[in-house]
């Protein structure tokens, strides 16, 4: 672990490209050899969930190495059309009303560009105010000019809730490439993807320990298969991913980024939780899939977890460098 | 590439990147052949996304329906409706020497598929308005052309009447089984049941 801290930068991403690549197109070739095998249709559909999540992650590791090659503005620019994908996707899922139309452009084409824009040029205090301040005013404001009192709290809580999440929770993933780290130039990116594998990892430990475990779920109206226990190993998971990738941080000790991982996978999945309760409330299974109205693509499903980190994780290594 | 094609591909990619332009089909694939689609009616927006739901080949064969007075008012909205839509006009005034279906006529007994709205109007209901008789004598003048409904979900909280910038919400098409006019079918009849079709989309996921 120490030697690979001491390896040039270029050589470290060269290390970490060959190795990310090389995982995904060994999983890719055993999943596509297994599909020539006949199965059940239970088997098959867990098939096809398996293969939409790995196309995920080749779409998500192949927008990472764009982004480490173009350099911080553009992967910014890229987290925002996310971010904005994401919002769309959320928006859809709840019930807006005709005079909502003028607020909902003010979040699309205002906030989101605005609150990227600002993340771009390293206003990192307007940055973390922008939204809970000057757009938490300005969004009821228009929308009372809308002129329709229907369940209007209701409306413009939801809106609030969709910017928080979607577009200032997602903001500050592409926050960390720009902060100015000790000892750390132009090594942004690692972070990043050092939060998005522990998010990830967190996940999946966790979906794979609720099935193994069928522990009593703790809230069974919301989520049949959380458990404090399937979460608790997520969470230990991704704190020891975090600590394998010890030498692509900044921390200066390898205990630090364990805990930073047990902070950022714990946060993701405890996200997630509420985006079941959200789904519950909205009456879909899935964001994605077939239950849903509108053909949603299933993308706020995976970047909820993320959302809901990232700004933890953020707050949480300013908090730790002093910064 | 031609400037309306390059405007029409950017188009496209805009209606899809605001509302997603997903398109089912149910009981009828997408297909090069000669098709009328007829669907419900609430916004400026759904022709566009008609139009961005079929696959790229198809859009060029598929024209929609403008009014003559309105789309030709300028040169832009001329423009865009002739050069990227290919749009068949239609007069609002009826003249008493002068069928307002012609130009439907002329289009399709040149083989080209069209879409229309039957409800003749954009309308803010839940339920589509009752149709039109357009639809009822062309099914009658070409009896060997399917009649595709769809149903298009959403689009009125996009762009809603009288507001300009539409709003990133997704919506989607669904395209139904093909329907055909019965041997002694009345107009009624045939137009109650066409406007069915296109409801009994609304549930079909």
């Given amino acids: 672990m120490g030697s690979l801290r001491h390896l040039s930068v270029s050589q470290q991403i060269g290390l970490l490209f060959v190795v990310l690549f090389g995982l995904l197109i060994g999983v890719t070739v055993i999943a596509f050899s297994r599909t020539l095998r006949d199965r059940s249709d239970a088997q098959l559909e867990a098939h096809e969930r398996f293969k939409r999540d790995l196309r995920a992650v080749w779409v998500g590791a192949v927008l990472f190495w764009i982004s480490w090659i173009a350099g911080g503005i553009v992967s910014t620019l890229l987290f925002g059309l996310v971010s904005f994908l994401a919002l769309r996707e959320f928006v859809t899922l709840t019930h807006t009303r005709r005079g909502d139309h003028r607020s909902l452009l003010l979040a699309f084409f205002v906030v989101l560009p605005l609150q990227y824009l600002i993340v771009a040029g390293e206003r990192f205090n307007l940055f973390t105010v922008f939204i809970p301040v000057y757009v938490f005013l300005a969004i009821p404001v228009v929308s009372a000019l809308g002129n329709d009192p229907q369940r209007f709290l209701e409306r413009t809580a939801k809106i609030q809730w969709g910017i928080m999440v979607c577009v200032y929770g997602m903001s500050h993933a592409p926050a960390l490439l720009l902060l100015d780290l000790p000892d750390y130039r132009d090594?942004?990116?690692?972070?990043?993807?050092?939060?998005?594998?522990?998010?990830?990892?967190?996940?999946?430990?966790?979906?794979?320990?609720?099935?193994?475990?069928?522990?009593?779920?703790?809230a069974r109206a919301i989520s049949r298969s959380f458990s404090w226990r399937a979460w608790a190993i997520g969470a230990g998971s991704a704190a020891l991913a975090g600590g394998l990738l010890y030498w692509s941080t900044p921390f200066k000790s390898p205990w630090g980024a364990v805990i930073m991982g047990l902070i950022a996978g714990g946060s993701g999945t405890l996200g997630e939780f509420v985006m079941q309760a959200l789904k519950r409330d909205a009456g879909v299974r899935s964001w994605g899939g077939k239950a849903s109205v509108t053909g949603a693509v299933g993308l706020l499903d995976r970047v909820a977890p993320l959302c809901f980190a990232a700004p933890v994780f953020f707050h949480s290594v300013r908090w730790y460098f002093g910064i | 590439m031609k400037l309306p094609e390059v405007a029409g591909l950017a188009l496209a990619a805009v209606a899809r990147l605001?509302?997603?332009?997903?398109?089912?089909?149910?009981?009828a694939p997408p297909k090069a052949e000669q098709r009328i689609y007829f669907a419900n009616h609430q916004s400026h927006f759904d022709w566009v996304l008609i139009w961005a739901a079929l696959p790229s080949d198809l859009r060029s064969v598929t024209r929609p329906i403008a009014a003559r007075d309105y789309w030709t008012s300028s040169r832009l909205k001329h423009w865009i409706t002739r050069e990227i839509f290919n749009a068949v006009y239609v007069s609002r005034q009826r003249t008493d020497d002068e069928d307002p279906l012609e130009p439907l006529m002329e289009a399709l007994r040149h083989g080209d598929s069209l879409v229309i709205f039957p409800e003749g109007t954009r309308g803010n209901k839940v339920d589509p308005a009752p149709f039109k008789a357009g639809l009822f004598h062309l099914a009658e003048a070409f009896p060997e052309v399917p009649l595709i409904p769809a149903w298009i979900d959403n689009v009125q909280r996009v762009m809603p009447k009288g507001e300009v910038v539409p709003v990133p919400i997704l919506c989607s098409v669904t395209f139904g089984k093909p329907l055909a006019l019965f041997a002694g079918e009345t107009k009624h009849g045939f137009l109650e049941r066409a406007r069915n079709a296109v409801m009994a989309l609304r549930s079909v996921h």
Wanted: glycine fraction near 10%.
């Fill in chain 1, 187 to 218: 090594r942004g990116a690692f972070l990043v993807l050092y939060l998005v594998v522990v998010v990830a990892v967190a996940q999946i430990v966790q979906e794979a320990a609720s099935r193994r475990l069928r522990r009593r779920p703790v």
């Fill in chain 2, 18 to 27: 605001i509302t997603g332009a997903q398109g089912h089909w149910y009981g």
